[in-house]
């Protein structure tokens, strides 16, 4: 399967050394099967760093049947509580490989919170949460399943046009 990674950098050799933590899924190398979602990540990250984006392209083998895998096939409560605890910092992604599943837009933190404080019912979260264009995640979790089973492609400089 074809994936993509958009950055302000080439990522040749991904690693996992370089991510974020309280991210929807944990500390992991995201990717995703949409092309022009790695396109907006690339430029969102490009236009506040004032540097260049770039769209990272790999070949990410499919047998994942000695893997961990946590797949959320669409938004739900048991992905709202996942991506809550993960955002709050807890590790219960490290017992995964790789974890699957829907984006939460960009106003997640507000959602999460509303959620977290009781103010909203996890069906005003969820239905404030879910993304208006097709997407998804795949973040490599364990640096193993990362060297194993993605393999780079290529990268293009992108220009930054919406």
Known sequence: MIVYHGSTCIVSQPDLLH????????????????????????????????????????ELDEDWSNLRLLHFDKVGKDWLDFVCECRRGSTTYQGYDIIRGPVADDDVFQSVNFYFRGIWSSEQALKALVFARPNDQIAIISQNALDSKLAFMSAVTLEMQP
């Open 19 to 58: 991510s974020k933590t309280e991210l929807d899924f944990g500390r992991g190398f995201y990717l995703t099967t949409y092309c022009e979602q790695a396109k907006r990540w690339a430029r969102r990250k490009a236009w506040r760093k004032q540097q260049t984006p770039f769209l990272n392209m790999y």
